[in-house]
Structures are given as structure tokens and as C-alpha cells.
């Protein structure tokens, strides 16, 4: 079959040249400088971002790291979560989240998400807390914060904490509240190809608790309580001078740029709702669309020929997470939504530089090939 977008220019998934073109000039400046004041570690660039992601978030503190990943893992060993404990995670997300509950010693229990969203909902954690439970990672995957107002009833009753994985939501916001504002403390990446992405690895945490961001100081730091005493067991993971100083750059483009996103999710959902199942949008909740997920019947096939007609798509996830051997060892019970999704969801382009031909173009494509 000869699809309509055959003789078109390929549409990129995530188009990061493009992103960074009209900052070229300022990201030169800053690379500059860092080499000029040979700020690699610390300094007054980390401060800066530090400051600036924390009032962004809505938070009173902010800790750079190294990545998302270790984030998770950082506020979890703070809180003192370990052996014996159990933390609640979603099973459909990236594997990260379950990863550093594993990490830290504690066993991750999966629960299914709602049909419609693909988040973590109230009624699932309910289900699922024991006396043994400590933590709920809520993951507002996608760009869309999960239903905070209930999770949260439901969390403060069983008195749990509630940890937000952002790594997807930067900018996104709840009843006016902005992702990070609303669990003991949340975790960002800025993986590249993130909302706001940095020019390698990185990653934050954000949290209104002094005490809980001292801890966290100290064990992305070597455990020191000064520098010449160390009286945690940490590890290294910094946020580096130049990736600070390029987020902070990119942060006073961030809210034009999720913005786009939102009209271009706008233009995919006028051309695709009625042939096409998208995720729903919660009440209250202002997505950043980091993904652009649609669910197909035989999504194989419709990859393939959105692949021939030079149009890259991605998968988000292809596997439920509690579905990995690496989670193999622990209790598992069928989670039909998350396992149903899995093999249906498939991830459109979308990025700020998306065009409206683009668009037009995926769309056409999705309803040919369907």
C-alpha cells in the first residue's frame, strides 16, 4: 500500500538540533564561562538553578544530582526506607522507579493504573497498602500529574509518604499546582530529551523539608557532614556546573515550550480522537505532553508503516514494569491494565518544534494505515 506521507520529509520523533538553535548563542556563552571560571563542581551555577527550579516547582529547596534515577534512589535512602519495607509503584512506567526502590533494599509492590490515564490511582494504593508499607512513588507519566487530591486522602490516612516522580512532568500542574509541589519530595531528570532537558545527564530534587534536604545533601555527597567528616554511608552524585548553567538557560524558554506541546497535542487530538484511542486528561490537570501516546490494535504493524513512511515513533512501555526478569523475584499478581497497555500503546512525535504540517502528516498516516 503506498501511504499518503510516503514522498514527505520524515517527521522526527524528538527533534533536540532544532531546540537548541535559537539558544545557541546563550548555551556558547555559558560553555565560555564555565571554562573561563573552570566551575565544574559546585559553584555558583548549581546555586543559581537550584534556586531558580525550586521557586519554578513551587518548593522550598532543591538538590542537583547526577540524574533521575539516582533522585529516586537518594530520597528513599533520606527517608530512611530499607530492607523489610515495602513502596508502592505503578506498574506501568519505566523500570527506574521500581529500580531504586530495589536499590535501597526495600521490595517494590506493583499496582495497576487507570484505563484511562494509564496513572497510578487512589483506589489502587488503597488496595494495595500493608503494615508494611512506607512510600507510594506517584509517577505523573507522560507530562500529567496523577489525582493528587485523592492519593493524597488516602496516603495521609494510612500515614504514608508520598514521593513524586516528575521525570516526565516538568511544568505540569494540578488545581494551579505545579508537579513537585505536592508529596514529601519529588525527583526530575533532565535527561536530554526531557521538557527541560540538559545537554547530558542531570537530575534534581525538590521538597519543603529542611531536615529531609540536609539528609539528601550529605548522601549525594560522600555522607559528609562537613567536608572532612563523613558520618553517612553516601555516594557521589552531583549535578555538574555546566549542566546547571545550560538549565538554567533553557528554564525562561520552558513554560513557551510546553505551551507548543499543548497545541500540538490539541491538533492530534482534533484529527485522532474520533478513530483513535488517546489517553484521557484528569479534571484540574494541565499536561505537558511529554509523550504523545495513542493505543492500537496490531501496533506492530502500524509502527512498521509509519517507519516506511519515514516517521519515527517510539514505545512507552512495551513491557509492564513488574513484567521484567529483573523483578522476577517478588510477589506478582496480574495487572490487567498495565498488561493490556503495554502491547497497545505507541508513542507519536512531539516536541516543541513540531509543525502543523508534521502533525497532519503522523495523523493522516495513523488513519490510513488503521
Partial sequence: MTLISSHTKP????????????????????????????????GPAITAFEQRWAQYCG???????????DALELVLAALGIGPGDEVLVPANTFVATAEAVVTVGATPVFVDVDPGSLLITAREIAAAITPQTRAVMVVHLYGQIAEMDNIKAVTDAAGIHVVEDAAQAHGATYKGRRAGSFGVAAT??????????????????VTDDPALTEEIRSLSNHGRGHHLLHTHRGRNSRLDGLQAAALDVKLDHLDAWNNRRRNAHALYIDRLT?????LTTLPDSRPVHHLEVIRVDDRDRV??????????????????????PAFAEFDLRPLPVAESAATRQLSLPMHPTLTTDEINTVADTVLELL
Fill in 59 to 69: 518548593t522550598d529547596h532543591c538538590i542537583g544530582v547526577a540524574n533521575g534515577t
Fill in 11 to 42: 517527521v522526527a520523533f524528538l527533534d533536540l538540533a532544532a531546540l537548541h538553535a535559537p539558544l545557541r548563542s546563550r548555551l556558547d556563552v555559558v560553555w565560555e564561562q564555565t571554562m573561563a571560571d573552570s566551575a565544574f563542581i559546585g
Fill in 188 to 205: 526530575f531528570s533532565f535527561y536530554p530529551g526531557k521538557n527541560l532537558g540538559a545537554l547530558g545527564d542531570g537530575g534534581a530534587i
Fill in 303 to 324: 509502527r512498521d508503516g509509519l517507519a516506511e513512511a519515514g516517521i519515527q515513533t517510539g514505545i512507552h512501555y512495551a513491557m509492564p514494569c513488574h513484567k521484567h
Fill in 274 to 278: 474520533t478513530s483513535v484511542e488517546t
